[in-house]
């Protein structure tokens, strides 16, 4: 069935040294894949997106890169800092109007 | 611009129990989604609407879960009975457009938890 594999499950860095997050989709007619982060009780938001079109998108120290052969979606972070201590989800809309996402990654950044 | 609004935040209540939840969207966005997140894992989709109307329903466990949306605005999801798997926090999202491109904005759910 349609499913989105996110890696690692959780993650620490120390501040100042970047953060990589790897998803992988099933459905190769996918073309909407988001990030969103999620702090504790509160609802996930989104970070970025990126679709089909493009293969790498950057928005000061977050990027999101695309492989549509290989079916799969990466989250970099440059430059953590204690702040971007959270839950980050990764997702992808399917065909059948479908949103999925990922398990998560526990990000800690230590100061 | 205000953001997704939901209540209650926290609730308790034995199995077998009915409980409901509300939801207030971002104003003028017509999509909106109830998402059941289980602790450790991502949110998984409920329901759609757009409008008053259902779009996908598929993976909302009928027997015991209900949604509506009447009026096109505000919406309740409903549990009745409560089984203790149940217990999740339960995301509304809204979105402007019908597509799941489309920017979705998260409330900050409803805890529940179901002894």
Redesign the interface.
Known sequence: GEN?E?HPSTLSVQEGDSAVIKCTYSDSAS??F?W?KQEL??????II?I?SNVGEKKDQRIAVTLNKTAKHFSLHITETQPEDSAVY?C?A?FE?????????TRLTVKP | EAGVAQSPRYKIIEKRQSVAFWCNPISGHATLYWYQQILGQGPKLLIQFQNNGVVDDSQLPKDRFSAERLKGVDSTLKIQPAKLEDSAVYLCASGGGVSPEETQYFGPGTRLLVL
Request: aromatic fraction near 16%; hydrophobic fraction near 30%; proline fraction near 8%.
């Open positions: 989105v996110q073309n909407y988001p969103y009780g509160k609802g996930p938001q989104l997106d679709r989800f997702a809309a059948n109007n479908d949103m999925r996402f990922g398990a998560g």
